[in-house]
């Protein structure tokens, strides 16, 4: 069945300090994929998405490219700020399906 | 455009009770998927709704179903409560058809507590 890998947390960086978070996957056909955000206390936030191999994914800094030969999607942020604290998570949907499958997640805390 | 709302925000019960759920999708939204959010077991599928019909379900047990209304709202049962239904319950809704580009919008969620 489809899964998603994340790096394990948690994740402390100073303000301005560069963010990566692997994400690998396994899926059968072309899924799409994305990184949802988490604040404390709430629900999931779209963060950003990409649907095909190469497309890159972008949003409030944050990047991600779909390697569909690596089966990888990264998240990226060059400068990460207070703000960004949170629970980061990778997700696919299945071009044959109609559910999420979720990483475990990654939080991230950042410190001033 | 009003986001996903989930009602209630929080909710303690007692083993054995039962609780519904309910979850507005966004308008003219026409899926409805519900997650079970715990911090051992992760984000987990349960089920998903598409014009009152259940298209896919998680592996849950049949203590855990949903409904879906002509007008999209959903609501999801959970019968004789377990101290392991304590989670956080997410709905989350999407246009339903074949546009994966569209993704999902989840709600706030729902807290229940089984003491």
């Known amino acids: 069945g489809d899964s998603v890998t994340q790096m394990e947390g948690p994740v402390t960086l100073s303000e301005e300090a560069f963010l990566t978070i692997n994400c690998t996957y396994t899926?059968?056909?072309?899924?799409?994929l994305f990184w949802y955000v988490q604040y404390p206390g709430e629900g999931l936030q779209l963060l950003l998405k990409?649907?095909?191999?190469?497309d890159k994914g972008s949003n409030k800094g944050f990047e991600a490219t779909y390697r569909k030969e690596t089966t990888s999607f990264h998240l990226e942020k060059g400068s990460v700020q207070v703000s960004d604290s949170a629970v980061y998570f990778c997700?696919?949907?299945?071009?044959?399906?109609?559910?999420?499958?979720f990483g475990a997640g990654t939080t991230v805390t950042v410190r001033a | 455009k009003a986001g996903v709302t989930q009602t209630p925000r929080y909710l303690i019960k007692t083993r054995g009770q039962q609780v519904t759920l309910s979850c507005s999708p966004i308008?003219?939204?026409?899926?409805v998927s519900w997650y079970q959010q715990t911090p051992g077991q992760g984000l987990q599928f349960l089920f998903e709704?598409?014009?009152?019909?259940?298209?896919n379900k998680g592996n849950f047990p049949g203590r855990f179903s949903g409904r879906q209304f002509s007008n999209s709202r959903s609501e999801m049962n959970v019968s004789t409560l377990e101290l392991g239904d304590s989670a956080l319950y997410l709905c989350?809704?999407?246009?339903?058809?074949?546009?994966?580009?569209?993704?999902?919008?989840f709600g706030s969620g729902t807290r229940l507590t089984v003491v």
């Open positions: 989350a809704s999407s246009p339903g058809n074949r546009d994966r580009a569209y993704g999902y919008t």
């Open positions: 899926a059968t056909g072309y899924p799409s």
């Open positions: 990409a649907t095909k191999a190469d």
């Open positions: 997700a696919l949907l299945n071009s044959n399906d109609y559910k999420l499958s």
């Open positions: 308008s003219g939204h026409r899926s």
């Open positions: 709704y598409f014009s009152e019909t259940q298209r």
